[in-house]
């Protein structure tokens, strides 16, 4: 039987345009093209996410890992190349997006919600269980401008762990918050990925993470696969380049 296919990503070039230090004064008379830097941040990468596949990402700071998560989230799109989801509802859990830091933290929990796919009514039978899990108590009526970065995190894990979707995208937010909320979200996320159905992409620097969670490794180097392979081949030889 063929395998079905959750993500294809087929020759990806996402790129930056940098402008290069000028004066105001230069700026307002006289902007020249060489002002104007373009920075490659992913390189012509194609890949495949098998459906129900945990998989990890990994590579050196700058090496395009989050800029990946982003395209595949429908944040940044392409400047060459494709990426087909097959039409499966995706969340993105990183921390510094998708939140409207003067909403509170429960009008953030609807608007997540409704950008997910979720109707009003869904949300409304899920929010007690999402402000449970986040132990924000009276903070969830708070704007999320005055939240720490714990906090932060604590709701948006609990908004992508309770309203799931077929594909989760995860940047690093296993790692934030105190002791316990982190023991309580990995649990959770064991308990979420262990769906056959649910397809996971994690981007992390915990090899740990990677090893008890991830089924298969991409390695990203500045912006192009060094390798792609079960957990136990990749994971080793990155740990021995970074060394």
């Known amino acids: 039987m063929a395998e079905e296919y959750a993500i294809e990503v087929k020759n990806l070039k ?11 004064r230069k700026s ?6 060489n002002n104007v ?3 490659e941040a992913v390189k012509g990468i194609t890949f495949n996410v098998i459906k129900g596949q945990i998989l990890g990402v ?49 009008e953030n929990i609807y608007l ?19 402000i449970k899990f986040s132990e924000l108590g009276k903070f969830i009526d708070k704007p999320v401008k005055t939240y720490s ?35 309580k979200s990995y649990k959770k996320m064991k308990q979420l990925i262990q769906k056959e159905d649910r397809t ?5 620097h915990s090899t740990e993470t ?12 500045d912006g192009e696969i060094r390798m792609q392979g079960p957990t136990e081949e990749v994971l080793p030889e990155y740990c021995k380049f970074m060394e």
Not at 162 to 167: A, K, M, P, R, V
Not at 212 to 220: A, E, K
Request: charged letters at 25%; hydrophobic letters at 45%; glycine letters at 8%.
């Open 28 to 33: 307002l008379f006289k902007l020249k093209k």
């Open 210 to 221: 990677l090893k008890n969670l991830c089924d298969s490794i991409l390695w990203i180097h």
């Open 112 to 130: 997540s919600g409704l950008l997910l796919g979720f109707s009003e009514e869904f949300i409304n039978s899920k929010i007690d269980e999402i």
């Open 37 to 39: 830097e373009i920075y």
């Open 149 to 183: 970065s714990g906090m932060y995190s604590k709701l948006a894990f609990s908004i992508t762990a309770i309203l799931e979707t077929d594909i989760m995208l995860i940047d690093e937010v296993l790692s934030v918050g105190d002791a316990k909320f982190k023991k």
């Open 14 to 24: 996402i790129q930056y345009r940098c402008m290069n230090k000028i004066s105001i």
């Open 58 to 106: 990994v590579g050196k700071n700058g090496s395009g890992k989050s800029t990946l998560l982003r395209a595949l989230a429908g944040i940044f799109s392409p400047d060459e190349g494709t990426i087909d989801m097959h039409d499966h509802t995706v969340s993105l859990l990183s921390i510094g997006v998708g939140f409207q830091k003067k909403l509170t933290g429960r």
């Open 200 to 204: 996971v992409i994690i981007v992390s």
